[in-house]
């Protein structure tokens, strides 16, 4: 290769942004040369590079625009605490088994604590793992922020950037209220998603309470039926994980002063007496 070229050559990878290119070839090269690859090898090996670079790139945008948290994958999850949820159905949801190219939801109801934010959370990782875009995010603030955004007069682009997500995940969507604010914009949001892009809502109370997230009986009817439309829904029924702690910290305590009052009776028995 013409020295001239063979120093422009990084230039040239840069303005053609291929950045996995322009760091590997001079490696791959070397090794080119000394096993004597032809040159369709070498062209082949370089594009490979770049292919898998551009992914590993695109998958780390995808796990930071999501805002998932990190620490909530299936692997931490103990389905032993709600022995009536399907670990194989969870599965097939993670694994993006058709429902979110269907725009179908996902909606998980249960009492506080009982591992719901985990889950779906968990869920939203695995799918992002497969390729899907995923954003999480409290329902009050997503609802704060389309707010913000109708009285700008920039709700339907904002709704517009939300759709770039294959699945927006609410957490704690019976939180809001109706008198909080205008949150007819999440009625809204959920229109505008309908069948064409996935929800995913976590709930402590059944929909018969939702009268108290929208301003309207009407609303939340309509909101209702377009969530439940191709949707599935996971009923948590399970003791709070915080209750649970509270419970095994007591019995820790208990146990600490058995083992004590033994030890005392045993060196009373003895003759020892403790200080």
Same mark, same amino acid.
């Given at each position: !290769? ?8 990084? %230039? !040239? ?7 996995? %290119? ?17 040159? +369709? ?8 590079? &770049? ?50 190219? +269907? ?25 992002? &793992? ?51 604010? &205008? ?35 009407? %609303? ?43 030890? +005392? ?11």
């Amino acid at each position: !290769m013409n020295p001239s070229t063979l120093a422009r050559l990084p %230039m !040239m990878l840069t303005d053609l942004r291929l950045p996995t %290119m322009k760091q590997a070839w001079q490696g791959l090269a070397t090794k080119s040369n000394q096993e004597d690859w032809p040159a +369709e090898r070498f062209l082949a090996t370089l594009l490979e590079q &770049e292919i898998l670079g551009r992914e590993a790139r695109r998958l780390e945008r995808r796990r930071q625009e999501s805002n998932l948290p990190p620490d909530k994958r299936l692997g931490n999850y103990d389905f032993t605490v709600v022995p009536t949820l399907s670990k194989a159905h969870v599965q097939a949801l993670a694994e993006a088994d058709g429902w979110i190219q +269907e725009g179908a939801n996902l909606l998980l109801f249960g009492p506080p604590g009982v591992g719901k934010s985990h889950l779906v959370a968990a869920v939203g990782h695995a799918l992002v &793992e497969r390729g899907c875009r995923v954003y999480f995010t409290r329902t009050s603030d997503l609802v704060q922020q389309l707010q913000s955004a109708r009285k700008e007069l920039r709700l339907p682009a904002t709704l517009a950037k939300l759709d770039r997500f294959d699945l927006l995940i609410l957490d704690d969507f019976s939180y809001v209220r109706r008198d909080q604010a &205008e949150t007819s914009v999440l009625f809204e949001l959920i229109s505008e998603r309908y069948e064409r892009k996935s929800l995913a809502i976590t709930a402590n109370q059944p929909f018969s309470a939702w009268d108290q997230v929208f301003p309207e009986a009407a %609303m939340t009817v309509a909101a209702v039926d377009r969530l439940v439309h191709r949707s599935t829904i996971l009923e948590l029924h399970a003791e709070s994980y915080r209750r649970r702690t509270a419970k095994n910290r007591a019995n820790v305590t208990v146990t600490t002063k058995e083992v004590k009052r033994d030890l +005392e009776e045993t060196d009373s028995q003895d003759g020892v007496v403790s200080q």
